[in-house]
T-cell receptor, first 116, second 109 residues
Framework: ETGVTQTPRHLVMGMTNKKSLKCEQHLGHNAMYWYKQSAKKPLELMFVYNFKEQTENNSVPSRFSPECPNSSHLFLHLHTLQPEDSALYLC???????????????FGPGTRLTVL | AQRVTQPEKLLSVFKGAPVELKCNYSYSGSPELFWYVQYSRQRLQLLLRHISRESIKGFTADLNKGETSFHLKKPFAQEEDSAMYYCALMDTGRRALTFGSGTRLQVQP
């Protein structure tokens, strides 16, 4: 599959569960991003990785733990979440540092997370 | 702190009517602005960015630094333009996008 893929597409978990969201990009990009889209808030940036290095943590609670093993894969590990964490989690990728600062971000389809 | 405001949650027009989706921003530096669109059951995708000065699917957007606006316009709306539109501002230092809350455009036949 081309572009940015995310798995699973839907996830329901309890507050004591541990789960992981996966993102993969097939675009040869070097930067990857996690965003959160809640029903009542605009799309919010969570984390930025450039060449596998985390360059941005937008004050995200530690119950969200990102991992970027290589430039093509990005994970978001979830642990002891709260019901208010229920949202659509979007992954994106772009060319990354060294290119135009306005390089385009390409988005995945998202994972719809429900925390019970 | 940077901010993007889209004052309209919903904009409903008839086919063939002009469309203007409003976007205002606040940013201390030189802004890089984008419009993203999400059609029904599709992923968020870039529509256009101000630096390219392009017209995509008949849409244009002009950066007005005096009014701190980046409104999206199309002279004649089509039904297939119905979608959710998001204005976004890039913080060039952080490479981070700040999104507005989005405007749903409904084009009626």
């Amino acid at each position: 599959e081309t572009g940015v893929t995310q798995t699973p597409r839907h996830l329901v978990m309890g507050m004591t569960n541990k789960k992981s969201l996966k993102c993969e990009q097939h675009l040869g990009h070097n930067a990857m991003y996690w965003y959160k889209q809640s029903a009542k808030k605009p799309l919010e940036l969570m984390f930025v990785y450039n060449f596998k290095e985390q360059t941005e943590n937008n004050s995200v609670p530690s119950r969200f733990s990102p991992e970027c093993p290589n430039s093509s894969h990005l994970f978001l590990h979830l642990h002891t979440l709260q019901p208010e964490d229920s949202a659509l989690y979007l992954c994106a990728s772009s060319q990354g540092a060294g290119t135009s600062v306005a390089d385009t971000q390409y988005f995945g389809p998202g994972t719809r997370l429900t925390v019970l | 702190a940077q901010r993007v405001t889209q004052p309209e949650k919903l904009l409903s027009v008839f086919k063939g009517a002009p469309v203007e989706l409003k976007c205002n921003y606040s940013y201390s530096g030189s802004p890089e602005l984008f419009w993203y669109v999400q059609y029904s059951r599709q992923r968020l995708q870039l529509l256009l960015r101000h630096i390219s000065r392009e017209s995509i699917k008949g849409f244009t957007a002009d950066l007005n630094k005096g009014e701190t606006s980046f409104h999206l316009k199309k002279p004649f709306a089509q039904e297939e333009d119905s979608a959710m539109y998001y204005c976004a501002l890039m913080d060039t230092g952080r490479r981070a996008l700040t999104f507005g809350s989005g405007t749903r455009l409904q084009v009626q036949p």
